[in-house]
């Protein structure tokens, strides 16, 4: 029961203005009185605001944003940190780039500011010296951020500065971290109509993945998680819409974190979600209304090797050096250079010219490339090239310059101004060598259309890859926005890989080919938004060190070091910039983690929320956000758990009865798929491993090349679904998709890691009354959900679990209808959304007369939710459960259809 508007609402700013409009630079203001729980989201109430706080405004934030925020900034007592060079073009100083693989000295040589003292007292001012204490960046894309971080130095975006003024209290600067990975920063939610414990587990992720909560609402609120349009917090937000406090589904939630991406609010968004409609405006879908920084032109703009760029308005490069890589230059026309020269002086670029000289030898065949052809490395802040090699690319990155394709320079005409390359894959140079396998790899689009495709396209061919825009039987992978359509339904039928665009970002991101198997690529929302999240993956700079020849001791150390001034030698940064991997781990007590190191099951899966911190990937640094993404909440945990291999299951052959129901085939020759580590087109490989004995099915874990090895010898198989297994090996006992799938099978046999172990070690596998002992033990697990193994597993062999049971399953169930039918099939059930009065009324008696005893399984299942209640009239009185009844029925293969145990509607009778 929602509490009436004048309890939940606490004392309140009338003038704060959503983060989307600029904050008044007039100062009414009513402080907020929270309470000592939300308190922890504050340094401190302070008068003034920014008292002791001594800023820079990177130049990643536009002209205009950045006047505002200095003139909130000193209203509230903060001092501009003192600039160790100028660097800028009248107020906007110059963009850079990251460093990598550089000298210690050179983080101080690119600072454009005082960074702290080495074990510094914390006072920012020394002498006329006003030492940064915070930067105010959209991203943190820039040369210093490393030495930031070490330093002590916050990174925060500017609603950190509004929101602070705008409450009178300076927030904690994590929850406005400027890190992609924090992907809920800047956002303060109040949940509603929520149970306590699925409450409590979203408000941990949005905190652990850099968000806010409030108990009450409060007016620095930006979002209210509702499902129904009513009840006094909402009522409130209505009539004070000047507050701009957004109130949205919880689906928002469940999809951004599935997808580690922030999501379109517009979908989610009350009153008349279109979520809850089935339906969302296609012009928010449309390739073309992409965001502009994934632009990729058509063919017919595309000459040799340089883009037809369009002469620009304004001077956007006023101020900067551009060299043009000497590989480049080779490879491109004369007039396609001369082209190219000419519009970047045209935008106010100095474009550095070659050494005198050292463009003679270009027409001469065979002729070795000079070193460089740059004089004074000084004079460049940016250098194109294509390809991450050769001698410029390694000296412009260890060196902190703007380092992009291009395709970075086209987007920089189109838009008429520069951003940093590294947050586009394809605005960055690219490895020079294919990614290993890619080869065998030919990959179809489906639902991304213009810009979206285009740049998929284009990532696909980089890799190696080969790009088909139909769909054949020698497609291996379906790129696809939707889980519709005729190429969809091919892939399924043809056992092809059906993944969303971060299968492609991902794999191009760490530059090696990635399983598809991943619940991130195999996830698809129910409304059609992926196509406007292509191009959000960034380009993964704390594992560049690979392709930047490092100084260490040769000429390239000395040229390094000229360009460094005596004050940087006598105060050198502490802090070598190859570190920058650890950055973030180290400042937050957490630990990166590679994709290499997951012990997750699925071959080179992505790791964590896939967020990336200037492009780098890593699991949540605080411990809550890995508690949090593990537990959203139990309805959404099971989703996240399932989803994985719901595609998959849709490949198994279907039967109808002779009453017409379709029930899933369970037969040892159906085709079955290939190990993921060892997966191959090979027909006849598949065809093997479906007349092997024994089809082994991991989870919580994958076996090495040396056991597939051994497993194959003694004419065993690994297969990836249920259906087509014989033994599932796993470490202990947790509700994944592949455990309850074995359970649902009844005929599968749940074993321990030793079983394996054991089999192969003796050179034949271990059967019949022996497997007993192999049993796997989790006596916490079992007591958590109150059955035994053993028990469960003697059950479902003796009868399947739902066999002629129909589940009705309401539309906000979760897990949704399609992650369930794929277990209730399983199981021998039939699943479905609605029914026909007639056979309802007819499948409600038999069920009545069934439910005499508590064994006895009804005709129908009705699988429901609070949110689907003014639904439940029309079942006539029969037992109304959660969904829990099908997901912890199937791990004790039993059903006491007369307990009250999941009845949620045992309370209305």
């Known amino acids: 029961m929602e509490e009436p508007a004048s309890n939940i609402v606490g004392t309140y700013n009338e003038h704060r203005v959503a983060s989307a409009r600029p904050l008044p630079i007039a100062g009414q203001r009513k402080v907020i009185n929270f309470s000592e729980i939300e308190q922890q989201f504050f340094v401190r109430q302070a008068n003034p605001v920014f008292d002791g706080v001594v800023y820079w405004i990177s130049p990643s934030i536009s002209l205009s944003d950045r006047e505002r925020l200095e003139q909130l900034l000193e209203k509230g007592g903060a001092q501009a940190a003192t600039k160790r060079h100028d660097g800028g073009i009248g107020k906007q100083q110059k963009l850079n780039g990251v460093l990598v693989n550089a000298l210690p000295q050179m983080a101080k040589h690119v600072a454009r500011f005082y960074l702290p003292s080495a074990g510094g007292t914390g006072k920012t001012e020394v002498g006329q010296v006003l030492r940064v204490t915070h930067v105010i960046s959209a991203d943190t894309h820039f040369a210093e951020y490393v030495a930031c971080v070490d330093t002590g130095v916050k990174v925060v975006t500017g609603a950190w500065v509004e929101r602070s003024m705008a409450t009178g209290w300076q927030y904690v600067e994590r929850f406005f971290s400027a890190a992609s990975e924090d992907i809920f920063s800047g956002m303060v939610v109040v949940p509603a109509q929520m149970p306590v414990s699925d409450k409590e587990t979203l408000l941990a992720s949005v905190m652990a993945l850099g968000g806010q909560w409030r108990e009450k609402m409060r007016a620095d609120a930006t979002h209210l998680i509702l499902l129904r349009d009513e009840g006094a917090k909402y009522e409130y937000i209505k009539t004070r819409p000047e507050l701009g406090i957004t109130a949205v589904l919880p689906h928002w939630f469940k999809d951004t974190l599935n997808l580690w991406n922030r999501m379109p609010l517009e979908p989610y968004v009350f009153p008349n979600p279109p979520m ?10 449309s390739g073309e209304t992409q965001q502009e920084t994934v632009s990729v032109p058509n063919a017919e703009t595309h000459n040799g090797n340089v883009y037809e760029l369009s002469k ?6 006023e101020g900067y050096g551009v060299a043009i890589d000497s590989q480049l230059r080779y490879s491109m026309s004369t007039g396609a250079l001369e082209r190219l020269t000419q519009r970047l002086g045209e935008a106010g670029a100095r474009v550095i010219e070659p050494e005198a000289g050292a463009a003679e030898g270009k027409a001469e065949a065979g002729r070795e490339l000079p070193e460089s052809l740059v004089a004074n490395w000084e004079e460049v802040d940016v250098l194109i090239c294509q390809h991450r090699e050769g001698y410029e690319y390694s000296k412009a990155s260890r060196l902190g310059k703007l380092v992009g394709t291009l395709l970075w320079i086209y987007q920089a005409f189109l838009t008429q101004r520069l951003t940093a390359p590294t947050r586009r894959l394809l605005h960055y140079p690219q490895p020079a060598t294919a990614v290993e396998h890619m080869d065998r790899v030919r990959v179809t689009i489906s639902h991304y259309s213009g810009s979206a495709r285009r740049y998929l396209a284009r990532l696909v061919a980089a890799m190696g890859a080969e790009y088909a825009p139909r769909m054949t039987r020698a497609t291996t992978h379906l790129v696809t926005a939707r889980a519709e359509g005729r190429k969809y339904a091919a892939a ?21 080919l990635l399983a598809a198997s991943h619940p991130m ?20 700079v704390a594992r560049l060190g690979r392709w930047v020849e490092a100084p260490g001791g040769s000429l390239a150390e000395a040229s390094d070091m000229d360009v460094l001034r005596d004050s940087d030698l006598e105060e050198g940064a502490e802090t070598s910039t190859a570190a920058r991997a650890d950055v973030d781990a180290d400042a937050s007590g957490g630990e990166t983690k590679s994709v290499e190191e997951s012990p997750d099951e699925g071959a080179q899966e992505p790791a964590g929320p896939a967020a990336t911190v200037l492009g780098q990937t890593r699991q949540p640094s605080r411990a809550a956000a890995v508690a949090a993404s593990r537990t959203l909440s139990e309805m959404m945990e099971a989703t996240n758990l399932f989803e994985t291999e719901l595609r998959r299951e849709r490949l198994h052959r279907y039967r109808r009865t002779a009453g017409g129901r379709r029930t899933l085939v369970l037969a040892d020759d159906a085709a079955p798929e290939s190990s993921k580590r060892a997966r191959t087109d090979s027909v006849r490989e598949r065809r093997q491993a479906a007349d092997a004995a024994v089809r082994i099915l991991f989870t919580q874990m994958r076996p090495d090349t040396a056991e597939l090895a051994q497993i194959a010898a003694l004419g065993g198989a690994v297969v990836e679904d249920a259906a087509h297994a014989t033994h599932l090996v796993c470490r202990s006992i947790k509700r994944t998709m592949k455990l309850l799938a074995a359970l649902a099978c009844g005929r599968v046999c749940v074993v321990s890691q030793q079983w394996l172990a054991d089999s192969l070690a003796r050179g034949a596998w271990i059967a019949g009354g022996d497997l007993e002992q192999y049993s796997v033990v989790d006596a916490d697990a079992e007591a958590r959900w109150n059955f035994r193994l053993v ?15 129909t589940v009705l399953v309401t539309p906000h169930v979760e897990p949704p209808l399609e992650t369930l039918r794929a277990l209730v099939e399983l199981a021998g059930g039939e699943t479905v959304s609605t029914l026909p009065d007639a056979r309802l009324r007819r499948l409600a008696r038999a069920s009545a007369r069934a439910m005499g005893g508590a064994e006895h399984a009804p005709a129908l299942l009705i699988v ?6 003014g639904m439940w009239y029309m079942f006539q009185g029969l037992p109304i459960y959660a969904a829990e009844v099908i997901l912890t029925g199937l791990l004790r293969q039993q059903i006491h259809y007369a307990s009250s145990e999941f009845n949620i509607a045992a309370g209305d009778a």
């Open 276 to 285: 809850l409609q089935g339906r969302v405006s296609h012009a928010n879908n």
């Open 312 to 317: 620009p308005t304004r001077a956007f490069l």
């Open 492 to 512: 399924l039928a043809w056992n092809v890989d059906v993944v969303n665009h971060q299968w492609v970002e991902q794999s191009f991101q760490r530059w090696r």
């Open 521 to 540: 690529f195999t996830y698809f929302p129910q409304l059609p938004v992926l196509n406007g999240l292509v191009g959000a993956t960034e380009v993964n």
């Open 791 to 805: 028990e469960s597993q003697r059950r479902g062999r003796a009868r399947r679990l739902l066999e002629g049971v």
């Open 864 to 869: 429901s939710c609070e949110a689907d209640r």
